[in-house]
């Protein structure tokens, strides 16, 4: 039924296989092609990809806006080693083959494993991967998180993320959060001590508001924010404002949402029926659209998933879509 002729004035059907297999197809060529092959170019319904495929972090790091997030390559509740090793290992060569070249992660993430994990399976890295991490997260426990930002602690944990990650320097080294204990200004302090000495390249923020954000940038430069955001939740609608205005990298955690609480026939679902795709590429296709400095890293522990991610760079919502998808925050 997929390859019948459509109709006058009507789309052509497209099977979520044949959406991946073209898209996924041009996005392996990425680092042989440089910065001006994207994820999907092949596709013509990637307009939106082509105009602004890239994002120049900090300046000077051209990254593919939809990059992978690291975490669920840890084991279960994001503490220990996975289950299968060897699948998380090739799920991280996989991101990098379909051409994905940002990768964040964070000291908190097993703890540790993430970033060992990521050296095992790509070291030495490949010219242009950007490796993001992030410290100022404790782990005490399974389902622990306690934030610790005094100046001694975050200088241990960049020393203690590049031996794990076999780095001279961090790409882009993140405040995983605000410790309320301590003086924002005394962290940020000691980042730039790091950064000074060239162990840091850039400094990012995570769960922060526009006034944080303030005032982090008297301390030092900041290129990047991370925090929750998607299709539910847009709590930081005004910190991605923010980012447009200043020109930082807006990288949303958990950017797919949980779908829970939607009635059963909304236009998320509707838009993915009309293109043939799933909802989770629909949600990440918004998010692309929805701003140019958003740079989305989904994570996976599964390389079937972790292909949808990456095809979704390609999919071109119409305007009408994207105003029906806009109008579900407020139908919860």
């Known amino acids: 039924m997929a390859d019948r002729s459509p109709e006058p004035n009507q789309k052509p059907s497209v099977t979520r296989r044949t959406f991946l297999g073209t898209t996924l197809a041009s996005g392996a060529a990425l680092f042989a092609g440089g910065s001006d092959v994207i994820l999907g170019a092949a596709s013509s319904t990637a307009p939106t990809m082509i105009t602004n495929p890239t994002w120049q972090l900090g300046g000077d790091l051209p990254v593919n806006r939809l990059g992978f997030g690291a975490m669920r390559i840890t084991g279960e509740g994001i503490w220990g080693w996975p289950p299968d090793r060897e699948n998380a290992l090739k799920v991280l060569r996989r991101a990098v083959e379909l051409g994905v070249n940002l ?23 490949p010219k242009g991967l950007v490796l993001a991490t992030k410290g100022g997260l404790t782990r005490p426990g399974p389902g622990q998180w306690v934030p610790n930002g005094r100046p001694e602690h975050l200088k241990q944990a960049v020393n203690g993320s590049l031996k794990r990650l076999r780095l001279d ?7 995983h959060t605000v410790d309320r204990k301590v003086p924002m200004e005394a962290s940020l302090g000691a980042l730039k001590e790091m950064q000074d000495v060239g162990k840091i390249r850039h400094v990012g923020l995570s769960n922060v508001d526009p006034e944080e954000i303030e005032r982090a940038r008297k301390v030092l430069p900041i290129v990047s924010v991370q925090n929750q955001y998607n299709i539910e939740n847009r709590k930081s609608e005004n910190v991605l404002v923010y980012c447009e205005k200043k020109s930082l990298g807006f990288m949303p955690w958990f950017p797919i949402g949980g779908g829970r609480g939607f009635k059963p026939e909304n236009p998320l679902e509707k838009v993915a029926r009309d293109h043939g795709v799933s909802v989770v590429q629909v949600a990440l296709a918004w998010l692309l659209q929805r701003s140019p400095v958003m740079l989305p890293i989904p994570g996976t522990s599964s390389i079937a998933h972790l292909e949808e991610n990456v095809a979704s760079a390609s999919l ?17």
Do not use: F, V
């Open 103 to 125: 990768i964040d992660t964070a000291d908190a993430y097993g703890p540790e494993t993430s970033e060992l994990l990521i050296a095992e399976a790509l070291h030495p890295y």
């Open 169 to 175: 320097r961090i790409d882009l080294y993140q405040l």
């Open 316 to 332: 071109k919502l119409t305007s009408a879509e994207s105003k029906a998808i806009d109008a579900l925050a407020g139908q919860r």
